[in-house]
């Protein structure tokens, strides 16, 4: 199976839960505080900002804590600076890797993650090695069980969805769109009641690359690795693993 669709549910099941709520919260906040910084403090002028608090409430994030991310943003309360850096990589087996990153401190981010590669089988790339086997997209998975396929394509594709996706093997319809079309769709779905299992602007591999079951358990726990570190926002990837070893990452 892809790795990202099941990849994608673990995330957003992780971050629902997670005993870390303090380093979920913390992610966030920085996101909000960028997107504040880069495009205004009104959400509904400013789509990043407004996807962001979006994600924070799911999690059930206070709204003082969001109102202050988004005030250091905007500079009327002081907070660090984040620069976003996209570092690129290899993993086990070959897989393609883009790390999303915000960090006040360059030298120590770029130390730590190369550290991190290193210690589970991967190792740091150039700046563009792997950029082109992805693309940005805004990215919706439906449970199949609540709709049919038909049904859903109609609703979906008159409201700007680019593709629909159904893997035989897989449990949710992928909705594939242009990321400024996330929130119309998102809105569109959830006005009849569909509910979404998860929804938010990702990098789609262009090819998948298939892990054995060794190379499989190295890349979810360099995965798990990664999406741990304190400056670290989103990891994809483009592994495809057994759907055996995939059911073990319950993390």
Not at 27 to 54: D, F
Request: some cysteine.
């Amino acid at each position: 199976m892809s790795g990202h669709s099941k990849w994608s549910q673990i995330k957003h099941k992780k971050a629902a839960t997670d005993s870390k709520k303090g380093k979920v919260f913390s992610k966030l906040s920085k996101e909000i505080s960028v997107a504040a910084r880069i495009g205004g403090g009104n959400p509904e002028m400013n789509s990043r900002l407004r996807l962001a608090m979006e994600k924070a409430r799911e999690v059930n994030m206070p709204s003082d804590n969001i109102k202050r991310a988004i005030q250091k943003g905007t500079g009327e309360l002081p907070g660090s600076h984040y620069d976003e850096i996209m570092y690129e990589g290899y993993g086990p087996g070959g897989v393609a890797l883009m790390i999303d990153t915000m960090t006040d401190n360059k030298t120590r981010t770029v130390s730590e993650i190369r550290h991190i590669l290193s210690k589970h089988g991967g190792n740091m790339g150039e700046a563009g090695c792997v950029s082109w086997m992805f693309d940005k997209k805004g990215y919706v998975l439906v449970e199949k069980k609540i709709i049919d396929e038909d049904t859903l394509m109609s609703i979906a594709l008159d409201a700007g969805a680019e593709d629909i996706k159904n893997d035989p093997e897989e449990e949710n319809y992928e909705v594939i769109m242009v990321p400024e079309d996330l929130k119309k769709i998102k809105e569109t779905l959830e006005a009849k009641n569909i509910k979404l299992n998860f929804a938010d602007v990702t990098m789609l591999p262009k090819t998948y690359v298939k892990l054995g079951a060794k190379d499989a358990e190295k890349m979810l726990k360099l995965m798990e690795a990664l999406e741990d570190h304190d400056d670290v926002q989103n990891v994809y990837a483009n592994f495809d693993v057994p759907d055996e070893i995939m059911a073990k990452a319950n993390i």
